[in-house]
């Protein structure tokens, strides 16, 4: 149980195009999902939290007319990158978490397999 | 929001026990400790989870002494597969602040 899935696993775009990446839970349902970028060698940065229905909560230095995210339902996020340009590639990755309030238990993340990118 | 703090780098022969140690002064009552591994161009996954003293699982052991300003990750006999990076993260039930990752301790197991 518990699985994330990403699509696509890769892409490859020309400069000035836009690209959308979905985040699907697979076997629950997500009250919230969490977008990652990570570069090379580098750790996880969290670029935004969103829940369903609501608008995303960008973190900051992160352009939200640049990385749009939808959460239209608690199984399906989308993290669009509009009008990519080369040092937008990177490796994209998502997560999904079903908080419970529960002290003892937490609630984790579940990480979906990521999406590389990459701007030509 | 607290901050941990892992060593950047381990080696392990195969078939040793290992033990990560992160330190993480500012944690919160609230916040519990959470262990991600993850291999090139993948997702993190999960490893262990626990609020305090000691946590088992099929895959590794979480020792968090009474104060909780450190947690260590021990993983028995490793092998060649362990091989990856292993984040600790701390945050408190709502998740607000156990969405931030450290540096993360790049593991490399030698046959």
């Known amino acids: 149980g518990a699985v994330v899935s990403q699509h696509p696993s890769w892409v490859i775009c020309k400069s000035g195009t836009s690209v959308k990446i979905e985040c699907r839970s697979l076997d629950f349902q997500a009250t919230t999902m969490f977008w990652y970028r990570q570069f090379p060698k580098q750790s996880l940065m969290l670029m935004a939290t969103?829940?369903?229905?609501?608008?995303?909560?960008?973190e900051q230095g992160v352009e939200k007319d640049k990385f749009l995210i939808n959460h239209a339902s608690l199984t399906l996020s989308t993290l669009t990158v509009t009008s990519a340009h080369p040092e937008d590639s990177s490796f994209y990755i998502c997560s999904a978490s079903t908080a419970s309030g529960n002290l003892l238990v937490g609630n984790e993340q579940f990480f979906g397999p990521g999406t590389r990118l990459t701007v030509l | 929001l607290a901050k941990t703090t892992q060593p950047i780098s381990m080696d392990s022969y195969e078939g040793q026990e290992v033990n990560i140690t992160c330190s993480h002064n500012?944690?919160?009552?609230?916040?519990?400790i959470t262990w991600y591994q993850q291999f090139p161009s993948q997702g993190p996954r999960f490893i262990i989870q626990g609020y305090k003293t000691k946590v088992t699982n099929e895959v590794a052991s979480l020792f968090i002494p009474a104060d909780r300003k450190s947690s260590t990750l021990s993983l028995p006999r490793v092998s060649l597969s362990d091989t990856a990076v292993y984040y600790c993260?701390?945050?408190?039930?709502?998740?607000?602040?156990?969405?931030?990752f450290g540096t993360g301790t790049r593991l490399t197991v030698i046959p």
């Open positions: 969103s829940n369903e229905g609501s608008k995303a909560t960008y």
């Open positions: 993260l701390v945050g408190d039930w709502a998740g607000a602040n156990n969405l931030f």
């Open positions: 500012n944690i919160a009552t609230n916040d519990y």
